[in-house]
């Protein structure tokens, strides 16, 4: 039961990011390296949603320390971008992959790395901490 409890989860999570998404294109090495790209997102409400109904996902802040530092969403992973090519390794492959920066920017570059790399499940949170932050979500600072 738990098992198809976990696959009913995933399958919704799958379906609301679909809504959301636009494919991506390209390959590249070095995310800030990546032009600006097309990449699957979620929006401020979508991850509420998402959060709300317990699935499993990880939150990757791709801000630098000082920004992370002052503010970021509660539960956060910080790899800053220029970080990210020695250290994507660590993130599991079966969580879907939530990340953000402070406006997208950044974010873009690194879901785009991420999907390069084989992270299926990385989407980037649309309009960032910003938008968290407009929405009138808590952060946390440290």
């Known amino acids: 039961m738990s098992s198809r409890l976990n696959l009913l989860q ?28 097309t990449v699957p997102s979620i929006t401020v409400q979508s991850l509420q949603t998402l959060a709300g109904k317990k699935s499993p996902f990880l939150l990757l802040d791709v801000r630098q ?16 971008l220029g970080q990210l ?12 992959l939530v990340v953000y920066c402070r406006s997208g920017k950044r974010s873009d570059k690194a879901t785009a790395f991420l999907l390069d790399h084989g992270y299926k ?3 980037t949170l649309s309009g960032g901490i910003n938008a968290w932050i407009e929405s009138q979500n808590k952060v946390v600072s440290q």
């Open 10 to 37: 995933r399958a919704f999570f799958v379906a609301i990011c679909l809504m959301f998404v636009t494919p991506q294109q390209g390959q590249a090495n070095d995310p800030s390296q990546v032009v600006q790209e």
């Open 121 to 123: 499940n990385a989407v």
């Open 85 to 96: 090519p020695d250290q994507y390794q660590e993130l599991p492959k079966d969580k879907t």
């Open 65 to 80: 320390p000082e920004e992370y530092a002052e503010s970021h969403i509660e539960g956060a992973t910080l790899i800053p």
